[in-house]
Nanobody
Framework: QVQLVESGGGLVQAGGSLRLSCAAS????????MGWFRQAPGKGREFVAV???????DYAGSVKGRFTISRDNAKNTVYLQMNSLKPEDTAVYFC????????????????WGQGTQVTVSS
């Protein structure tokens, strides 16, 4: 059974940093893309970042320059380093793995974690 488990969320002041982790089990995703999405209350799930198996990275414009996605294939884990956090970054953050078609489309992913809450206070 494939599982993605996020951790590292919490409450932080604006300007602070958090590092999210997503550990996969049940299969390896070293050759597949893994990404991060977020969902704020009353809003849809929004693309944040992706890293393909080949190392290509892409980011939403709202986080580019502040967030960094990385992965450790030996640990089957993807990370999201979030710096210079803003109150508008407040959301539940989800990791996802293995997409078809567009990596910015949440419906394209086959596997999801349960999410971790990130709250940024002003």
């Amino acid at each position: 059974q494939v599982q993605l488990v996020e951790s590292g969320g919490g409450l932080v002041q604006a300007g602070g940093s958090l590092r999210l982790s997503c550990a996969a089990s049940g299969r390896t995703f070293s050759n597949n893309a893994m990404g991060w999405f977020r969902q704020a209350p009353g809003k849809g799930r929004e693309f944040v970042a992706v890293m393909t198996g080949g190392g290509y990275r892409d980011y939403a414009g709202s986080v580019k320059g502040r967030f960094t996605i990385s992965r450790d294939n030996a640990k089957n884990t993807v990370y999201l380093q979030m710096n210079s956090l803003k109150p508008e970054d407040t959301a539940v953050y989800f990791c996802a793995a293995q997409y078809s078609s567009s990596y910015r489309n949440p419906n394209a992913y086959n596997y999801w974690g349960q999410g971790t809450q990130v709250t940024v206070s002003s």
